[in-house]
């Protein structure tokens, strides 16, 4: 699968994007979900605590495999409802070669909290 490269954007807007790693306490099922996917509590340490979101990651990943599990997220994006919650965070991750989400993991153990530079 091929995709185009974005616009150009200035570093500073890059700069913009707060992208911390955090730590999955909890995930669930979400079946209200319209696709399928996850509810997960991810741990961003106590500068920003914990935070929601749902996330289209069921091909790959089993709910309580991922508790405990480092993850990179988008923590400055404005909420979204997504079914009966509030999705605070972007959990991010790319796609594999039939196009389902493999979860972007730090490759070692970090603090939680920690910025992407």
Do not use: W
């Not at 995709?3 to 979400?30: M, N, P, S």
């Not at 079946?31 to 069921?58: N, V």
């Not at 409802?81 to 965070?89: A, D, F, L, R, Y």
Request: glycine letters at 8%; one cysteine or more.
């Amino acid at each position: 699968m091929s995709v185009a490269i974005g616009e150009r954007i200035a570093f500073d807007d890059f700069l913009k994007v707060d992208i911390r790693v955090g730590r999955i306490v909890e995930a669930a099922t979400f079946p209200e979900a319209r696709k399928p996917a996850l509810k997960l509590l991810i741990d961003f340490g106590p500068e920003i605590g914990r935070k929601k979101c749902s996330a289209q990651i069921t091909k790959h990943y089993e709910p309580d495999a991922l508790v405990g599990q480092l993850v990179v997220a988008v923590v400055n994006f404005p909420p979204r409802q997504i079914g009966p919650i509030m999705s605070e965070v972007l959990t991010l991750g790319v796609p594999d070669e039939a196009g389902e989400v493999v979860l972007l993991q730090p490759s070692r153990d970090v603090p939680v909290g920690g910025r992407m530079f």
